[in-house]
């Protein structure tokens, strides 16, 4: 009996360790050009050619005052602008949809919910040129709301599903109380629901500043005014036909990667809870 329970544990033990050293692997995987990125960012054009893999010889921190005057200031106020626009409009309008999804049951209210999963599966390129015309002749194109309203568009579908999700859990009795002490259904939703779900709406803010943030195809097509670039666009001016400062585009890319690095790194325990309740719940 105590052999089997040996060999019990040394097996348990076995697969800690080797889960362990899977997940140490996954690490390196992710964190290394990172690391990579970050420590070329303070070498000079050269030493990024010919010492690839070594640590900066004198460490060039003017490459992150020269990219910021280069263009990076104004990229990073339009990324934050746009970002935090998508944001705004995404929770509200996700979690109002998402609420009346939740409480309501008709056929039309099924055919809203089919026609927004359905909106999950939709791709950015095969939906580029109809928007680029839709967009011209809203007289959009050149404009920071061209970005924003295609960003809302993109992520609302996962939003409203994530939210729904945690609405479906919410106590019936709850409504019940609120209704007979005479509350309307916006109180219902702004004092009962919202509240009740912070971490499933603080992990579509993550989500959704994560794709606005980074998004390229859309900020490539759509604006072309130079002081309307968001910064993985804006990144781009920073290449040369001739000869591209490595460092300098370099130290644009980790100062672009800062904000959701942090963000990630504040939020990352309300993210895995609202993933995950809204994957169990409902």
């Not at 609420?99 to 359905?118: H, M, N, P, V």
């Not at 295609?150 to 209704?179: G, K, M, N, Q």
């Not at 100062?255 to 809204?278: C, H, T």
Request: glycine share 4%; net charge neutral.
């Amino acid at each position: 009996m105590n052999k089997l329970s040996n060999n019990g544990r040394l097996q348990s033990q076995i697969q800690k360790n080797v889960m362990l050293l899977g997940l140490l692997l996954f690490a390196l995987i992710i964190l290394y050009p990172l690391f990579w990125m970050t420590v070329s960012s303070f070498k000079s054009y050269d030493e990024i050619y010919k010492s690839v893999w070594s640590l900066p010889t004198v460490w060039h921190f003017e490459n992150y005052s020269m990219a910021w005057s280069k263009g990076i200031s104004s990229y990073f106020m339009n990324s934050l602008t746009v970002t935090i626009a998508t944001i705004i409009l995404v929770v509200i309008i996700g979690s109002m949809a998402a609420f009346a999804l939740s409480r309501y049951k008709s056929r039309w209210i099924d055919l809203a919910l089919l026609f927004t999963i359905g909106g999950i599966m939709m791709n950015p390129q095969v939906a580029l040129i109809p928007l680029f015309e839709l967009l011209t002749v809203m007289d959009l194109i050149n404009t920071q709301w061209a970005l924003i309203l295609t960003y809302v568009a993109y992520r609302l579908p996962l939003t409203i599903i994530l939210i729904r999700a945690f609405f479906l859990h919410i106590p019936r009795e709850l409504e019940e109380s609120a209704i007979i002490d005479g509350c309307s259904e916006f109180g219902i939703y702004a004092r009962i629901y919202l509240p009740m779900s912070i971490p499933i709406i603080i992990t579509t803010i993550v989500l959704t500043a994560y794709f606005a943030w980074n998004e390229f195809l859309f900020a490539t097509v759509f604006i072309d005014a130079n002081d309307l670039k968001t910064i993985p666009s804006g990144l781009m001016n920073f290449r040369d036909a001739l000869r591209t400062d490595w460092g300098v585009l370099l130290a644009g890319m980790v100062i672009a990667s800062v904000p959701m690095i942090v963000l990630l790194i504040f939020l990352q325990k309300y993210l895995v809870r609202g993933l995950s309740d809204g994957s169990v719940k409902g």
